[in-house]
C-alpha cells in the first residue's frame, strides 16, 4: 500500500500564521490574551516554526481570523 503520510510544514506554517496576523491587524500579544495563554513566547515559537498550535488552539486562531483550520496548516507537500 503505497501513500504519503501527511506532515506538518512548521517553518511554513508559522510564515502563513504570521501573514494571517498581519492582515488582519493582530499581534501575538492579541493572539495570546485571545486563547488565553500564560506566555506570548508561545506564539512567538508558533510564527517562528518551532512547535504548532494545539487543535484546541488551532480552532480558535481560525475562529479569530475568520478563516479555515486547512488554510493554517501547512503539509510538507504543498
Do not use: H
Request: charged letters at 20%; a negative charge; hydrophobic letters at 40%.
Amino acid at each position: 500500500m503505497d501513500f504519503d503520510y501527511p506532515v506538518i510544514d512548521k517553518k511554513k506554517m508559522g510564515d502563513t500564521l504570521k501573514s494571517y496576523m498581519q492582515e488582519q491587524g493582530l499581534t501575538a500579544r492579541d493572539v495570546q490574551e485571545y486563547l488565553g495563554l500564560a506566555c506570548v513566547q508561545t506564539v512567538y515559537r508558533w510564527m517562528a516554526g518551532v512547535s504548532v498550535p494545539t487543535v484546541d488552539n488551532l480552532y480558535a486562531l481560525s475562529r479569530l481570523m475568520n478563516i479555515s483550520i486547512d488554510a493554517l496548516v501547512v503539509s510538507k507537500s504543498n
